[in-house]
């Protein structure tokens, strides 16, 4: 075994990658009112056109545009009113130059009419005659067959989160269900003989545990699901017989603590004993968050996260979300903003840093400063909007730059 022989953050992307190469999330349908947030599994292609026919947007006369050409207050169009469309019924009319129908708005535009005068711009003469104050163009106020989504063509891409809207396309195809990928299903595990639940009596010496709700948190928020969620004592025997189950039910398993090279750092050992991989990644070149572990039992991954939480969430968003990203074909951009420095600070050269800062608007442009803190501090990263993220080249960043923040 070796103790942090470091990788950098794409080395460890890259051999997680590798190393699950054929690991699959199945593929689940749900109906769409139950779809929210969850991942588009396949390549969706529309089977009709959207809208199935011509229609008006307007409330208004359909006429041949021609008989519009010329017309003013003082000299209006004269047109023969044939009758009106009804909603939701197709239109037997046909019109020539001379004649219009009353089309009311979503209504389904006659053969020969090509474009709609809006109603507050004609007046009727009579029962029959319709008088035309305003000129109008080729299509105006019509949307045509199509040209909102066309039949065959590709819609929605697999790794489509559903959304509101998307939600809406699948209801405009007449889609009852949408075939989705099953939510990656997490087990967390907290290590340490000091850490308790949040119902448990701290008394001196204990610590509460941050990091399995912290760590909850981010699962749902990229869509996965907890099934379980443990505390357990810095053991080896204990350690392992919980991975071991979490290995049964879970997808993948999540151990914050022990990452380190203490003499009760146990995870390490842990996850070397599954399989023959074992760990393949102990040590990232990244600050905070450098023992971090990766490993494979019974074919799944098991990340050994560093116990300060600070760490933990770090190394959950720059390890496991691009994992579970790249297995749901997610293509997701980032939630970011451009901010000006207004602080000098230092970096850690040859790691990738991730700086904590808090953001603020000062008319329209944003300025960030960093938060100091150590990453046993998780007021670090609640007292933060976002964080810089420093290669390993970069000595620091200087007051004044512009640079990108990530939102937290
Ligand atoms: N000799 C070395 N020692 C350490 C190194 C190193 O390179 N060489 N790295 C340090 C770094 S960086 C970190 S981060 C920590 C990570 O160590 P572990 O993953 O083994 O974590 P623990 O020792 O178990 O805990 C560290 C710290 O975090 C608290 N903790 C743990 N779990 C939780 C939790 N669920 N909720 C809240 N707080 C938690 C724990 O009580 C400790 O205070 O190693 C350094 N050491
Ligand atoms: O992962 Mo550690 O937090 O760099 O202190």
Redesign the pocket.
């Known amino acids: 075994m070796k103790f942090?022989d470091v990788v950098s953050i794409e080395e460890a992307i890259k051999l997680t990658k590798d190393n699950f190469r054929d690991y699959r999330f199945q593929l689940e349908e749900v109906h769409i009112l139950k779809s929210i947030d969850r991942v588009v599994g396949e390549d969706i292609h529309s089977n009709i056109d959207v809208p199935e026919f011509n229609r008006s947007t307007v409330d208004g006369y359909g006429i041949n545009i021609i008989d519009s050409h010329g017309a003013t207050d003082s000299i209006p169009s004269i047109l023969n009113i044939l009758g009106q469309v009804k909603m939701g019924e197709e239109t037997k009319y046909s019109i020539k130059s001379g004649d219009t129908v009353y089309i009311p708005t979503g209504g389904m535009i006659p053969k020969g009419v090509d474009g709609v005068v809006m109603i507050e711009n004609t007046e009727k003469l009579d029962q029959d005659s319709l008088l035309i104050y305003k000129p109008i163009s080729q299509g105006e106020n019509i949307i045509s067959q199509g040209d909102d989504i066309k039949k065959n063509s590709l819609i929605i891409r697999e790794g489509r989160k559903i959304t509101p809207e998307v939600m809406g396309v699948l209801a405009a195809l007449g889609m009852e269900k949408v075939k989705v990928y099953k939510q990656p299903k997490f087990y967390i595990i907290?290590?340490?003989d000091?850490?308790i639940d949040i119902d448990e009596e701290l008394n001196l010496g204990k610590?509460?545990?941050?990091?399995?709700y912290?760590l909850y948190g981010l699962v749902k928020k990229i869509g996965g699901q907890v099934v379980g969620k443990s505390?357990i004592k810095?053991h080896y025997e204990s350690l392992r017989a919980e991975v071991d189950k979490a290995l049964d039910i879970s997808d993948i398993v999540l151990i914050?603590?022990?990452?380190?090279?203490?003499t009760?750092?146990y995870?390490y050992k842990v996850i070397d004993s599954f399989n023959e991989e074992g760990v393949f990644v102990h040590?990232l070149s990244i600050?905070?968050?450098?023992?971090t572990i990766i490993g494979k039992g019974k074919d799944k991954p098991i990340f050994?996260?560093?116990?300060?939480?600070v760490?933990?969430i770090i190394v959950f968003k720059a390890i496991i979300e691009p994992f579970i990203n790249e297995k749901l074909s997610i293509n997701t951009i980032k939630p970011k903003i451009n901010a000006i420095i207004d602080f000098n600070f230092p970096s850690s050269p040859g790691k990738t840093t991730y700086q904590m800062v808090k953001l603020v608007d000062k008319e329209g442009v944003f300025f960030a400063s960093p938060s100091f803190g150590k990453?046993?501090m998780?007021s670090l990263l609640s007292e933060s909007q976002g964080y810089i993220i420093l290669e390993p080249k970069e000595e620091g960043v200087y007051k004044g730059e512009e640079r990108e923040v990530y939102l937290l």
């Open positions: 942090f907290s290590t340490g000091e850490i610590v509460r545990d941050i990091n399995s912290g505390i810095d914050s603590g022990g990452s380190s090279v203490g009760r750092d995870t040590g600050k905070p968050g450098k023992p050994g996260l560093p116990g300060h939480p760490s933990s990453s046993g998780i």
